[in-house]
């Protein structure tokens, strides 16, 4: 089985600082990693995936991702965020392999501030 | 390319009353996920379809929920009778198998159904 832990629930920042948003996952088995945006009143969005080759994932409005395996994390970050990114973010697990279903976490809110 | 369609977008009930939630998803998917998302929470994942087949309906309370994908296509999923604790957003997602060496499904979600139970 799989699990999601993302360990901030909340994340403050003023534009243009950067950010990152923390996620650790727990599996027994091989896993493809994602991070999806909701905004309010909407569906999710995918941001990013990693489903292997390189351990450094970039994705749309210019988040990036990078696979530990070793320490079990998919920490998501943007150098400069935006008013517009403000939002919910979750990240998600699933087993290796075509038709799984998602295992996502809590989600984290980041608050973005001029 | 139109997204995953779901209706209605908000409901308002009263407890113990039925209530259904439509989703098509988009052209061609022959997966079909309904999710249950908690305020505060992350969704969970209720049923999976397979074209019509169920493959995985582990984590749905059958006792007051079922649903249905008659034809492969558009998905229905009930509640009755709704209870104060239903209250969510139901999320419907979709995805096709992707060609080449990893075998991986994107799922694109719908907007969503909020349902308040009063």
């Known amino acids: 089985a799989q699990s999601v832990t993302q360990l901030d629930s909340q994340v403050p920042v003023f534009e243009e600082a950067p950010v990152e948003l923390r996620c650790n996952y727990s599996?027994?088995?091989?896993?493809?990693l994602f991070w999806y945006v909701q905004y309010p009143n909407q569906g999710l969005q995918l941001l990013l995936k990693y489903l292997s080759g390189s351990t450094l994932v970039k994705g749309i409005n210019g988040f990036e991702a990078e696979f530990n395996k070793s320490q079990t994390s998919f920490h998501l970050r943007k150098p400069s965020v935006h008013i517009s990114d403000t939002a919910e973010y979750f990240c998600?697990?699933?087993?290796?392999?075509?038709?799984?279903?998602?295992?996502f976490g809590k989600g984290t809110t980041l608050s973005v501030s001029s | 390319e139109a997204g995953v369609v779901q209706s209605p977008r908000y409901k308002i009930i009263e407890k113990k009353q039925p209530v259904a939630f439509w989703c098509n998803p988009i052209?061609?998917?022959?997966?079909l996920y309904w999710y249950l998302q908690n305020l505060g929470q992350g969704p969970e994942l209720l049923i999976r379809?397979?074209?019509?087949?169920?493959?995985?309906d582990s984590q749905l309370p059958k006792d007051r929920f079922s649903a249905e994908r008659l034809k492969g296509v558009d998905s229905t999923l009930k509640i009755q009778p709704a209870e104060l604790g239903d209250s969510a957003v139901y999320l419907c997602?979709?995805?096709?198998?992707?060609?080449?060496?990893?075998?991986?499904?994107?799922?694109?979600f719908g907007p969503g159904t909020r349902l308040t139970v009063l």
């Open positions: 997602a979709s995805s096709q198998r992707t060609s080449g060496r990893l075998s991986y499904n994107e799922q694109f």
């Open positions: 052209s061609g998917h022959n997966t």
């Open positions: 379809y397979e074209n019509e087949e169920a493959v995985d």
């Open positions: 599996s027994s088995v091989s896993v493809y």
């Open positions: 998600a697990v699933s087993g290796a392999g075509a038709g799984t279903a998602l295992i």
